[in-house]
């Protein structure tokens, strides 16, 4: 097989050995998980090798595909009582959650008829939410699939719980965290002056070995480069203003960069306003995950102010004033930065507590973006 392959690639003079699609393409592919689904379904046919492989992959691909649009979860609380209010904190959310409460004695024919009513209300295609105990997860597997499941305890808020869930959800939805397919991780890294956020960058860039930009680097570097964006960024400067849609362009240009496309990225000091975050979205380098650091101001202009060194008293005052204006324009902007955000449906924004060690938030940030520790 090899020698005819070998012949075949000689005589084609190899133009078939490799396929270069275009990065928008690849980007369409990515978000409809394309590739998933291909591979998922191949899987089925190696394994069934079906006669009729026309009717088996028209019976199968609709399946397959609602795999990974529609996301599932199945909750195990501990007491009837926080059933009761974890589903009023679901109904008052601004997302609709079909959620199920299952009862013990479930039946097969429960959840044919469960099935039926879901697509009479419409709501088959909606992300599920079931709530029960071990018990009744054994038969409803049989006829849900369940992307993630969670035993919830007692002191766990609910809140935290509704956190969770939503966003573990947007999460899956974006990125599946298939078995055999990857992609590079695309990641944006928010929060306050003070808060961490490049120390933590830097330590999730090198976790998932992808690659770490910077904004406020990149201008730096063309501004001394004098390159066409340094003469721009110079004009810019005259008149004191970098406009978002020139900063933008900057960014766009070292995110599809080969390395960038190839391993995936973290982006720090951007978007930094409404402003950005459309222009940013009307590009081909969209992040897939918005990482917001939640940290107070106490606990930033303490972890920021407090490196200090002997007998550089002006070089302190310099850098509380420029802290303060930061922290004064991070507050200004950055509500309005995340409602443009939350309104993108390609990013799942997801919310760690910066004010909690930095081991700490390492492990939040592992748990809550499926990061495997062996990593």
């Avoid at 409809?32 to 046919?45: G, K, R, T, V």
């Avoid at 974890?86 to 024919?109: A, C, G, K, M």
């Avoid at 960014?251 to 950005?276: E, K, M, Y």
């Avoid at 850098?319 to 390609?346: C, D, G, W, Y």
Wanted: proline letters at 2%.
């Amino acid at each position: 097989m090899d020698i005819l392959l070998d012949k075949f690639l000689n005589e084609t003079r190899y133009s078939y050995r490799t396929v270069y699609y275009p990065t928008d393409l690849m980007l369409y592919f990515e978000k409809h998980h394309i590739f998933e689904i291909i591979f998922d379904l191949m899987i089925m046919l190696q394994k069934d090798r079906p006669l009729n492989t026309e009717q088996y992959i028209a019976e199968h691909i609709v399946e397959i595909s609602k795999k990974y649009n529609q996301i599932n979860t199945f909750l195990s609380l501990e007491d009837n009582e926080k059933t009761e209010r974890l589903l009023q904190t679901f109904q008052r959310s601004d997302q609709y959650y079909p959620v199920i409460e299952l009862q013990d004695s479930l039946t097969t024919t429960f959840f044919e008829a469960l099935n039926d009513k879901l697509r009479y209300l419409k709501l088959q295609d909606k992300h599920i939410i079931m709530l029960g105990d071990r018990k009744t997860l054994t038969l409803a597997k049989k006829h849900f699939h369940f992307h993630q499941t969670m035993y919830v305890k007692n002191e766990k808020s609910l809140q935290k719980t509704y956190s969770f869930v939503t966003e573990r959800i947007k999460l899956l939805q974006i990125d599946p965290h298939h078995s055999a397919i990857t992609y590079g991780q695309r990641i944006v890294l928010l929060g306050r002056p003070g808060c961490g956020k490049h120390r933590v960058g830097k330590w999730l860039a090198e976790k998932l070995n992808i690659c770490l930009v910077s904004a406020a680097d990149l201008v730096a570097q063309h501004e001394r480069n004098y390159d066409c964006f340094g003469k721009a960024l110079d004009c810019g400067s005259l008149e004191n203003v970098h406009t978002s849609e020139l900063i933008t362009s900057i960014v766009q240009h070292r995110l599809l960069q080969p390395d960038c496309i190839q391993s995936g990225w973290i982006l720090l000091d951007f978007p930094n306003t409404a402003d950005d975050v459309t222009n940013m979205f009307q590009t081909m380098a969209v992040p897939k995950i918005v990482l917001v650091i939640d940290a107070d101001e106490s606990v930033c202009r303490r972890r920021k102010l407090s490196r200090r060194k002997c007998g550089q008293v002006k070089a302190d005052c310099w850098q509380r004033m420029m802290f303060e204006t930061e922290l004064h324009f991070f507050n200004i902007s950055h509500p309005r930065t995340l409602v443009a955000l939350q309104k993108q449906q390609s990013c799942a924004v997801i919310h760690i507590d910066g004010n909690r060690s930095y081991s700490n938030i390492q492990k939040l940030i592992m748990d809550k973006l499926i990061i495997k520790k062996s990593l």
